[in-house]
């Protein structure tokens, strides 16, 4: 039995998509138990509109909200008693498995350090984003969660996502790429240029060089590694084109009278299509390099998302994920003391 | 008349489309003359097949092509001889008003500034790519020339993309953000920080803030600003995208019986909408801040983007926006002077 704990005020749909989300997800998996941390009464009203196992849905109260506009580590500090705080003591005290939000990102990544705290070895958590390509999926690390980094931090990156690839996603032997701006080694910025050999270098990764972001929708490379700034600009970008794209055709298909005609014929087919360029498909966005499983969803998810997010928490706790990824890096440690 | 130095060997589809771009643009405009530049024999055997004033096309020979894998500043030192680097002298001369190129990046920039030079006050030109937008079309500054600034740089470029908007695009006042990962002030990577008072504080620019990458597509804001690795990865990022779904897009009309048929009814006026998101349709990339004007085509680019592109340098030309800039930039340093 996996047990999550999901925080049922974040996100601009709150708390009724998340509570209905968490409910789906209840019912389509016997194997999942959901604590509902937040407002009491809001998150009960919610909860009596749905049939569900009532011995796998319980509601654990929170007075307090934290707002998505608060700034992160304040909100965590002030806010004790907000559903985030709550819901992350949950994990820490081994009461949760995993910690689904679609609150603030700023404050799911830094409560997830200062409570549920990092891995030994890890030097910065990043935001592993899954999104879908024309070949089916990438997982991009750091999505946002570390604006300035370093070259090392950049190998952890791979690290994490390899093992994440490997074990949830089940793709052996994943390829990592780094976001570049051209083919060549010699080129991107000073940072890339420092990453390119240590990458190389890294026994444990299946590094295939760069990746042009012109080559990311193709879907080619299974992790694509970046600095949390250009990986934050590459997903929002990613998600708002398609959305404009998908919404212009939609337009443009509804133009005139025959091309609505046109339009009523080609749907179902173009349905499918556009589907597999659903970003929501895939949950939310795993914190790699926590000691619990933190994921946090978009700010706008519905409840479809909260119940992937769900889903992709069982399967990442089945894999047991973080001990793989404190495992390979504490081999590291080691390899660094012995020699 | 304005005389442009066409690189007749740059690009995947040179000589061919480049030709055929530089006819297209002779024949729809009586105040254009160009200078392809290039392999004489090679040049003459493409232009035979075409009807266009042979007053206004003369053909310049260079012995030597700069390939798109070669090193730029060694290739710009090494090939003396080459199409970019005669047709640069040319500009440099004052034998042309401008040089068109769809060849290698990294040596157009380098050339331009090796060759043509800067515009004093300028600290790092940059490139200016237009690409469509919901609402029409956004200038992304830098959008490849610099992968590593400092804010002192950002500020120009907002200040020289604001001239280009405002002369050749013709917006009167237009607005300038930068890119960012969030909306609030004090979101961002470092860079990000320390250039948003300095944008604030400029008087010649209508900076309206942070621009989330989600934002882009919908065209809000005129020119947006960011350091040319972030620039280059939203551009290609951009490309590739709308390139992937169309492509989805039109095999999901393709995949039945029925909707084959929808989409026959449909295309007519989805091709309008596909339209107006078409890269090609705004020409080529001016590197902003040099004494001449040089333009940046798609190494892709085929005789429309040419063709734009010499259009577009006939606006820049009579818009005089080197003298702006160089004007604009210059009290900057008077005023610095005095205080």
Same mark, same amino acid.
């Given at each position: ?13 709150? /708390? ?13 998996? $016997?194997?999942? @138990? ?6 009491? @009464? @809001? ?5 009596? &509109?749905?049939? +569900?196992? &009532? ?16 700034? /992160?580590?304040?909100?965590? !500090?002030?806010?004790?008693?907000? @559903?985030?705080?709550?819901?992350? *003591? ?10 689904? !939000? ?8 830094? %409560? ?7 891995? $030994?070895?890890?030097? *910065? ?8 390509? *024309? #070949? %089916? ?5 750091? =999505? ?19 093992? +994440?690839? #490997? ?32 990458? #190389?270098?890294? =026994? ?9 972001? *012109?080559?990311? /929708? ?19 970008? +990613? ?42 498909? +895939?949950?939310?966005? /795993?914190?790699?390099?926590?000691? %619990? ?6 700010? !706008? ?21 973080? %001990? ?14 012995? =020699?």
């Amino acid at each position: 039995m996996t047990v999550v704990a999901v925080d049922a005020m974040g996100g601009d749909n709150a /708390p009724y998509e998340i509570v209905k989300g968490a409910v789906d997800a209840i019912n389509s998996s $016997k194997d999942l @138990s959901v604590k509902l941390v937040g407002i009491k @009464s @809001s998150v009960e009203e919610e909860l009596a &509109k749905f049939t +569900y196992d &009532k011995d796998r849905i319980t509601v654990v109260e929170a007075t307090e909200v934290i707002e998505t506009s608060e700034h /992160p580590v304040k909100a965590i !500090s002030r806010k004790k008693d907000s @559903s985030l705080v709550v819901a992350l *003591r949950l994990v820490r005290d081994k009461e949760a498995d995993a910690f689904v !939000s679609a609150g603030n990102s700023g404050a799911i990544l830094a %409560g997830g350090l200062g409570i549920v705290g990092r891995i $030994k070895g890890v030097e *910065r958590p990043a935001f592993g984003a899954i999104f879908p390509t *024309r #070949k %089916g999926a990438t997982l991009l690390v750091d =999505s946002g969660a570390n604006v300035d980094v370093r070259s090392s931090h950049i190998v952890q990156f791979a690290k994490m996502g390899t093992v +994440y690839m #490997k074990h949830v996603v089940g793709i052996e032997n994943p390829t990592v790429g780094i976001v570049n701006i051209g083919a060549e080694e010699e080129k991107g910025n000073a940072l890339v240029k420092e990453c390119f050999p240590l990458l #190389k270098e890294c =026994s444990e990764i299946n590094f295939t060089g760069s990746v042009e972001a *012109r080559d990311i /929708p193709e879907g080619n490379t299974d992790i694509i590694v970046c600095d949390g700034f250009v990986g934050n600009v590459i997903l929002k970008l +990613y998600e708002g084109l398609a959305k404009t794209l998908i919404d212009i055709i939609k337009e443009g298909l509804m133009s005139t009278f025959v091309s609505k005609i046109g339009a009523a014929l080609a749907l179902p087919a173009l349905k499918g299509t556009i589907k597999t360029f659903d970003a929501t498909k +895939y949950g939310g966005a /795993p914190v790699l390099g926590l000691k %619990g499983l933190v994921v946090k969803c978009h700010g !706008s998810a519905k409840s479809v998302e909260i119940k992937n997010a769900l889903d992709q928490c069982m399967a990442f706790v089945a894999a047991d994920i973080n %001990g793989k990824i404190e495992q390979n890096l504490i081999l590291e440690k080691n390899e660094e003391k012995e =020699s």
